[in-house]
């Protein structure tokens, strides 16, 4: 009976957190009920498609999302492409190996054929990002919409924006600040990192340290001596490494168990064994016995995450191609 009554306040406790996050932001649960009332529906649906052919998309995904709501908010500004006159956040450099472009055009093209101009870019990417966690075996959340487009894509300000893979604590807390977010977001977001894969020029200054040649103490040594083996040096791009070595497609808490053992694949990672807040938290998770916790801590801090920056009402804009203004 205890149990039952648990797994009834979850949702529970996520839709309280859902409005009370909304409220702020002036988003709404079933914002398109009358507009476009299949839109989840056609979201998911889609979104079924799309990750059961090519698994391996869930993290990119999701990632798109993270890169969208850092820099301008979660505005859609991250799928504009450039122009003659301006080069968009997606041609900033840490932004060159993000994936999904195609797969969020596919589902707003659904949208676009059911409901013409009313579904947002930015809603449309914030729903993908959470059915893609869904669908890697996550938590599920309810999801805020009425999100606008943004106008304005800069790969400036991208690249000055973003949390750098190589960022320490310090410096992570004080851009999540910047957005509303606190400590312990930092450390829950990290573990979206148990999705995907990465290009070893995000991470090959850990094995190859052109000052001393030496591999960041940081880092576990037999976990670099077999990055090593993938990455033959800091500009490798042809190989892929697992950011969550064995579980990169299915959305869990070994990554904390990872970061634990001082096998965290990005500086950033191993960073959160360096503040008692954060080492506390990843410890804790890397038990094994607090799964549900994480799950609950993650939804919580997407729904936040989700409402950064966002344009309403009339601001903004409803594109008809996510890559293109009006």
């Known amino acids: 009976m205890a149990m039952a009554i648990r797994s009834l306040l979850l949702p529970l406790a996520l839709l309280a957190l859902a409005a009370s996050s909304a409220a702020v932001a002036n988003l709404e649960i079933?914002?398109?009920?009358?507009?476009?009332?299949?839109?989840?529906k056609i979201v998911r649906e889609e979104m079924g498609k799309i990750i059961a052919a090519a698994p391996s998309l869930a993290g990119p995904l999701l990632r798109l999302h993270f890169h969208?709501?850092?820099?301008?908010?979660?505005?859609?500004?991250?799928?504009?492409?450039?122009?003659?006159?301006n080069v968009a956040e997606k041609d900033?450099?840490?932004?060159?190996?993000?994936?999904?472009?195609?797969?969020?055009?596919?589902v707003k093209a659904k949208l676009e054929a059911a409901c013409p101009g009313v579904?947002?870019?930015?809603?449309?990417?914030?729903?993908?990002?959470?059915?893609?966690?869904?669908?890697?075996?996550?938590?599920?959340w309810p999801v805020a919409l009425g999100r606008r487009d943004g106008r304005v894509s800069s790969?400036?300000?991208?690249?000055?924006?973003?949390?750098?893979?190589?960022?320490?604590v310090p410096l992570l807390a004080k851009?999540?600040?910047?957005?509303?977010?606190?400590?312990k977001d930092l450390a829950v977001l990290s573990g979206a990192h148990t999705l995907g894969t990465a290009y070893c020029p995000s991470f090959a200054d850990r094995l190859y340290n052109t000052t001393d040649g030496l591999v960041d103490p940081s880092l576990e040594s037999e976990y670099a001596d077999k990055l090593r083996l993938k990455c033959r040096s800091v500009d490798d791009r042809a190989m892929l490494s697992e950011m969550d070595p064995g579980?990169?497609?299915?959305?869990?808490?070994?990554?904390?168990?990872?970061?634990?053992?001082?096998?965290?694949?990005?500086?950033?990672?191993?960073?959160?064994?360096?503040?008692?807040?954060t080492?506390?938290?990843?410890?804790?998770?890397?038990?094994?016995?607090?799964?549900?916790?994480?799950?609950?801590?993650?939804?919580?801090?997407?729904?936040?995450?989700?409402?950064?920056?966002?344009?309403?009402?009339?601001?903004?804009?409803?594109?008809?191609?996510?890559?293109?203004?009006?």
């Open 30 to 40: 079933g914002f398109y009920s009358k507009t476009c009332p299949d839109a989840e």
């Open 155 to 168: 790969a400036a300000e991208a690249s000055s924006q973003l949390p750098p893979a190589s960022g320490d």
């Open 92 to 106: 900033a450099k840490p932004n060159k190996s993000l994936r999904g472009f195609g797969s969020v055009e596919r």
């Open 247 to 277: 579980s990169f497609r299915t959305f869990d808490t070994s990554y904390y168990r990872h970061v634990a053992k001082r096998r965290g694949l990005f500086r950033s990672d191993a960073a959160l064994l360096f503040d008692a807040d």
């Open 119 to 140: 579904v947002s870019c930015a809603d449309v990417l914030t729903l993908m990002s959470r059915d893609a966690v869904v669908l890697a075996k996550g938590p599920s």
């Open 68 to 85: 969208d709501c850092f820099v301008r908010g979660c505005d859609a500004s991250v799928l504009l492409e450039s122009t003659e006159g």
């Open 279 to 326: 080492r506390g938290y990843v410890q804790r998770i890397a038990t094994g016995k607090f799964d549900a916790e994480f799950f609950r801590d993650f939804s919580a801090s997407m729904a936040k995450m989700g409402d950064v920056g966002v344009l309403t009402g009339t601001q903004g804009e409803i594109r008809k191609k996510c890559s293109a203004l009006n």
């Open 175 to 183: 851009i999540f600040a910047s957005k509303g977010l606190g400590l």
